[in-house]
């Protein structure tokens, strides 16, 4: 089988290198460049050991031009991710996207720029597989239950809040649902902004602590019960088979596929 040729945006953020590290254990891929400004006159191998000798580029352009990729993963941050999306998918370059904080408007964008260009791409808020199990039972669930909160903690240096899989969650569990949960209003506040926010009656609360990697509860209410569903990360490896299996699949799909359900179902 031939190898597939990966390029990693990110490489020197935590989730760059475990992305790393995990397509050089693979072996049906090939890892063949790295972007990170930060890293612009380093190589690989200084970041990883047993990278290969490749010069980090500066920018996804400079990468695309000079590595030929198959698939470009990406895990950096909100602002600079639609960029490194239009530059990959203009040079018909798949894209397998971890990054969160997508508008509404920019997943319009990037679907229409998957059809415009015939290339694919797979943005998933959780590449986690015990994370997606815990989105499809509480979607399960809240049908069920009259009342519903998420908490989500991650690390300190995560910029948006909440998380697209907290997010993502919230949304499903009000689809399923078809209606708003039941949510108590609060009439006095001894600290503002104590309810978290709220989408669709279901509170959402946002922690930002070093410590932490990425865990999930959902809380759900009903006459005398609460039923807790849990997600605990302890690595970030857990997010790289659901990396590696878009990797594999990204190309063989059409346009904009949000989410590794999709993926998962078929496998």
Excluded: W
């Excluded at 945006?9 to 050089?24: E, L, N, P, Q």
């Excluded at 039923?227 to 690595?235: D, M």
């Excluded at 904009?256 to 496998?267: C, D, Q």
Aim: charged fraction near 20%; hydrophobic fraction near 45%; include cysteine.
């Amino acid at each position: 089988m031939a190898e597939i040729r990966v390029m990693v945006s990110g490489v020197g953020g935590r989730m760059g290198r475990t992305v790393m590290g995990a397509v050089m254990e693979a072996g049906d891929m090939e890892l063949v460049g790295g972007v990170d400004p930060a890293y612009r006159r380093a190589t690989l191998s200084e970041l990883m050991t047993g990278a290969p000798e490749i010069e980090v580029a500066e920018t996804v352009v400079e990468a695309l031009a000079a590595t030929g990729p198959d698939v470009m993963v990406d895990f950096t941050r909100p602002g600079v991710v639609m960029g490194n999306i239009r530059a990959a998918l203009q040079e018909r370059v798949a894209c397998v996207v971890g990054t969160t904080g997508f508008s509404e408007e920019e997943l319009n964008e990037v679907a229409g720029l998957c059809d415009e260009h015939g290339t694919p791409a797979v943005i998933a808020p959780n590449f986690s597989i015990g994370a997606n199990l815990m989105m499809k039972f509480a979607e399960e669930a809240a049908a069920l239950m009259d009342y519903a909160a998420i908490i989500e903690a991650h690390h300190e240096n995560k910029l948006d809040a909440p998380s697209g899989t907290a997010l993502t969650t919230a949304e499903r569990m009000r689809e399923a649902r078809g209606e708003d949960f039941e949510h108590q209003q609060t009439e006095h506040f001894g600290l503002e902004g104590v309810r978290g926010g709220e989408h669709g009656g279901a509170s959402v609360h946002s922690i930002r602590m070093s410590g932490v990697v990425a865990n999930q509860t959902v809380l759900l209410g009903g006459p005398g019960e609460t039923l807790k569903i849990e997600h605990i990360t302890t690595g970030r490896e857990c997010f790289m088979p659901g990396v590696l299996l878009a990797i594999r699949e990204v190309r063989r799909l059409d346009g904009l596929v949000v989410g590794l359900e999709a993926l998962l179902m078929n496998t």
